[in-house]
RNA sequence: GGGCCCGUAGCUUAGCCAGGACAAAGCACCGGCCUUCUAAGCCGGGGAUCGCGGGUUCGAAUCCCGCCGGGUCCGCCA
């Protein structure tokens, strides 16, 4: 609802760029593309465009934005949105009209977990996670998952039809070792598989380094598997399929689910590698260098070895036929990837480019290190996912008892179950992509109060009271949901009530910025402040006892709060409890 | 050595892309608020040379250059 606010804002203000001739010398494409329309805590929106101009026009701002509101005032449509367009000082200031805060409520009661809605179209294949099938998953890994899942959900609610995807690495020399582990060592029947595949690919791994024998042992299996060498393909599809068996479990508990595992051989069988080559000695320049094939690249700095001197293929060849195959499948390519993953990124770009294949939009996460320095599979070095989960529940599981004795054993559970993968959760969705993180275990199982939970409990305050409202009779439920009778929206007017409405009005705006940046911070701030400015309107305002036409007006803005907390949880992959 | 990213209160972060309204939050610390809808809440207080040094500008946390610190990548690993 806040982007139909902005873009009203944006057609005055662009009437009133032509209707000044403030903007006449400039060309169209020189003007900021948003106008320098923001979010802002003096108006409902905001705009500096003045500033922008003075520069240009050598006039004072504060000239500039008091002959531009003159003529934006005129310009804005009468019984629309915006009431009124003031200068104060160099800025340009729009207030929302009475109809906005009424529409936003009405299209919140009428769309419920629709509201906050692009309507984009297309079809997108997101590929996240991915990790190597040597081992369980670490909070490294948890990143890109999480980011990953967070995209994925905020781009289907934009309307895009979006496909999940875990490319799984099985052609590896890391992958040959844990096989090759599995069978010298076999694996522990009693753990989780990833966990039991680790155990061996970290004690064949240290092997690996004094025994020589075994190095070429596991070059041999890489080469009868890339051959397709029956034995050898059934020996590799138990260890990953072990292993991955271990890493939905935990990919499960986070609630995270891929739509499609696309092994990595299947690109070297098909033949798709053998035709990649082919393209590429036709339409780039290709030169052999001691029997390996190298691509020349122009852009990046570096070139790309596409195929082993012994004629074996490599990780760049098969990404390039993942990423061609992908290609025809969707509109838009995204790929979460590590920072490691840079250049080879631009590198398979470039590659791409060369087939006439568009590339990939690239999410670029910085690393989770270890307060003792990078995380590392193959060194058993790594914080797992699951000890994670597990510590996490359990130090819910002890706050929940000190704070809802009243509660059953199984509803504790549950309650500490939901908040404590929330937590994790959000503590790694609020952080911005590019921003390196330190994993500090003291401070994970800290449940940290602003995150998750503080969400979680405003949704559960509002839940609880459309709960007592329903007993009392106020409004009536049907299969789960409230139906609220009409109400009368002018009556929700302090300012209390008024700055929730517009922060509830912003989901659609929060949601494009995540699609744009493709960054998914934005939306766990917005649920911080939703939360906050919900928590404010429940001390100011009392619901239930207020008279019937203003509790009736009320409720409804409890109802719309609740069905834009759960809406930005979901969201965020977060479940929001009726109560905790 | 070169490329890219990060460096904002004791700690964790937002703001940086599109320079402007007082540098914004949380944790921790200090003080206040449960006879009204869950105190995992609310209100107030102290705490920041925005890594350092230059430059551009009427104006720089934000743009440019240099330096320092941390991370990461730099052909037959993935």
């Known amino acids: 609802m806040f982007l139909r606010l902005r873009q009203e804002a944006d057609a005055a203000l662009r009437e009133a760029l032509d209707g000044s001739g403030l903007a006449a010398d400039l060309r169209r494409e020189e003007l900021p593309e948003n106008l320098l329309l923001e979010e802002s805590e ?4 905001s705009s500096s465009i003045a500033f922008f101009l003075a520069s240009r026009l050598k006039a004072s701002p504060k000239d500039i934005a008091s002959r531009l509101v003159t003529h934006a005032a005129d310009a804005v449509p009468e019984g629309g949105l915006i009431s009124e367009v003031r200068a104060v000082g160099p800025y340009i200031n729009f207030h929302a009209s009475e109809l906005f805060f009424q529409e936003t409520l009405r299209r919140i009661r ?22 190597n099938p040597d081992g369980p998953l ?34 590896g020399r890391q992958i040959a070792v844990a096989v090759l582990g599995a069978e010298r060592f076999g694996l522990d029947a009693s753990k989780k598989g990833d966990h039991a595949v680790v155990e061996a690919y970290v004690r064949a791994s240290r092997e690996l380094d004094t025994d020589e024998s075994l190095r070429r042992e596991a070059e041999a299996l890489m080469r009868r598997y890339e051959e397709g060498d029956p034995e050898a393909v059934e020996k590799y599809r138990r260890v990953v399929e072990k292993c991955l068996s271990g890493v939905k479990e935990t990919l499960e508990r986070l609630d995270i689910k891929h739509d499609r595992f696309v092994w990595e051989s299947e690109f070297v069988r098909s033949g798709d590698v053998r035709r990649v080559l082919e393209a590429l000695r036709e339409r780039g320049e290709v030169v052999e260098e001691g029997g390996a094939l190298v691509l020349k690249l122009k852009c990046s700095e570096k070139d790309l070895v596409l195929q082993r001197g012994d004629g074996t293929s490599l990780y760049s060849t098969r990404d390039i036929a993942y990423h061609i195959w992908k290609s025809k499948l969707c509109d838009r390519m995204i790929d979460v990837l590590g920072k490691d ?34 995380m590392s599979t193959r060194a058993g070095k790594f914080v797992a996912v699951d000890e994670l989960l597990d510590k996490v529940e359990e130090a819910a599981l002890q706050e929940v008892e000190k704070r809802r004795p009243d509660m059953s054993e199984e509803q504790r559970r549950r309650v500490a179950r939901v908040v404590g993968v929330g937590a994790v959760r959000y503590d790694i969705a609020k ?150």
């Open 341 to 374: 993953h840079e250049l080879v990124s631009k590198q398979l770009a470039e590659a791409l480019a060369l087939l006439g294949v568009p590339p990939p939009d690239v999410v670029i996460f910085e690393f989770v290190s270890l307060p003792t320095g990078s």
């Open 110 to 131: 009428e769309e419920g977990c629709d509201f906050g809605g692009l309507g984009l179209k297309g079809r997108v294949i997101l590929e996240h996670t991915s990790a």
């Open 431 to 580: 952080v911005s992509p590019e921003k390196p993180m330190v994993f500090d275990f003291e401070q994970a199982l800290d449940i940290e109060k602003r995150g998750a939970p503080f969400i979680q409990y405003a949704h559960a305050r509002a839940s609880s009271i459309l709960r007592m409202a329903a007993e009392s009779g106020y409004v009536r439920r049907s299969d789960g949901d409230f139906s609220l009778p009409d109400f009368d929206a002018t009556l929700l007017s302090t300012e209390s009530e008024r700055t929730l409405i517009r922060e509830l009005s912003k989901l659609d705006y929060v949601v494009e910025k995540v699609v744009r940046e493709l960054k998914p911070h934005h939306l766990a701030k917005y649920g911080r402040v939703v939360a906050e400015t919900f928590n404010r309107f429940y001390r100011d305002c009392p619901v239930l006892n207020a008279e019937p036409p203003l509790r009736n007006a009320r409720l409804n803005l409890v109802y719309c709060t609740k069905v834009v907390l759960k809406e930005t949880l979901r969201l965020l992959g977060i479940e929001a409890p009726e109560e905790m």
């Open 138 to 171: 670490h909070v490294g890994h948890l990143r890109n998952a999480i980011i990953g899942d967070v995209l994925a959900r905020v781009l289907r609610k934009a309307g895009y039809e979006v496909e999940t995807q875990y490319y799984v690495n099985d052609m």
């Open 42 to 45: 003096h108006a409902d929106i």
